[in-house]
C-alpha cells in the first residue's frame, strides 16, 4: 500500500523554530514609515495605561510579569500595514508559516522609566512584528534558550534573575528603524522584556497568528 511521501520541511521553518526570530527586509517603503511615525506622534493623547505589579501565567498559557507603558489604538496607516497582503506574504515565507492570519496592532508608548518585565504575548501572537518609530531604541531582552519554557519554569527564572534578567542565556534583539524591514520574532513562544527607558520610545507592534 502506498504511503504519502512526508513533506519536506522549509529551510525557514526550521531556522524560525530554531531562533524564534527574522528580520523581513523591503516591506516597508519610506513613505510608508513616515506615514506610520506621523501618525503615531498625533496620536499619542489617545494612549491607554498599561501596568500591572504582578507576576502571573495567563489562561492562554502566556506569562507577565510587572509592567508600565501604554499603548496607542491603531490609525489608518497602522491598520493597512497590519492587514497588507504584501507584508503577510513575506512574512509567511520568511517565518515557513504557511497558515499565518493577520490579528491587528498596535503602538507602544514607552515614557521615561517606563519598562515590560520579562513575559510572553498572547497566544494570538504566533509570531509578533515590531518596527521602531523612534532612532536608536533600545534593544528588547530576549531569551532564546527559553523558547517554550513553560510558565512555571518563567516563574523560576524571575524569581532567580529578576524581571530583567542578564547573564548566560539572556541576551537582547534590535528593531529596525527606517530601513524599510520590520523585526518578526516568536512572541508567545520566547520570553522578552524591555528594561526602564532613559526617554521617550514609540514601538510598531503587530500580531499574526498560526492557524
Same mark, same amino acid.
Given at each position: ?11 525557514? %521553518? $526550521?531556522?524560525?523554530?530554531?531562533? &524564534? $526570530?527574522?528580520?523581513?527586509? !523591503?516591506?516597508?517603503? /519610506? ?5 506610520? @511615525?506621523?501618525?503615531?506622534? !498625533?496620536?499619542? &493623547?489617545?494612549?491607554? /495605561? =498599561? ?5 502571573? @501565567? ?5 506569562? @507577565?510579569?510587572?509592567?508600565?507603558? !501604554? ?5 489608518? @496607516? ?16 520568511? +517565518? &515557513?508559516?504557511? %497558515?499565518?492570519? /493577520?490579528?491587528?496592532?498596535? *503602538? *507602544?508608548?514607552? %515614557? ?7 513575559? #510572553? ?26 523558547? &517554550? ?7 523560576? *527564572? *524571575?524569581?532567580? =534573575? ?6 548566560? !542565556?539572556? #541576551? $537582547?534583539?534590535? =528593531? ?28 510598531? +507592534? ?6
Amino acid at each position: 500500500m502506498d504511503t504519502e511521501a512526508p513533506v519536506e520541511r522549509l529551510p525557514a %521553518r $526550521t531556522a524560525w523554530e530554531e531562533t &524564534g $526570530t527574522a528580520v523581513v527586509p !523591503g516591506v516597508l517603503e /519610506p513613505d510608508r514609515f513616515k506615514a506610520l @511615525a506621523e501618525e503615531a506622534h !498625533g496620536r499619542v &493623547g489617545l494612549f491607554a /495605561p =498599561h501596568v500591572h505589579e504582578h507576576t502571573a @501565567a495567563h489562561r492562554d498559557g502566556s506569562f @507577565a510579569s510587572p509592567v508600565h507603558c !501604554g499603548f496607542i489604538p491603531p490609525g489608518p @496607516a497602522l491598520e493597512a500595514l497590519a492587514y497588507d497582503k504584501a507584508l503577510l506574504m513575506a512574512l509567511r515565507e520568511a +517565518t &515557513g508559516i504557511p %497558515r499565518l492570519i /493577520p490579528r491587528g496592532g498596535a *503602538v *507602544v508608548l514607552y %515614557r521615561e522609566g517606563d519598562f515590560q518585565g520579562l513575559h #510572553t504575548d498572547s497566544v494570538k501572537s504566533t509570531v509578533t512584528v515590531a518596527v521602531a518609530l523612534t532612532e536608536d531604541l533600545p534593544p528588547m531582552g530576549w531569551a532564546p534558550k527559553l523558547l &517554550g519554557a513553560f510558565p512555571d519554569r518563567l516563574g523560576e *527564572v *524571575v524569581t532567580e =534573575h529578576g524581571i530583567f534578567p542578564e547573564g548566560e !542565556g539572556f #541576551t $537582547t534583539l534590535a =528593531h529596525p528603524y527606517g530601513d524599510g524591514s520590520v523585526r518578526a520574532f516568536a512572541g508567545y513562544h520566547v520570553p522578552h522584556w524591555r528594561r526602564p527607558m532613559k526617554s521617550t520610545g514609540l514601538l510598531v +507592534t503587530m500580531s499574526f497568528m498560526d492557524l
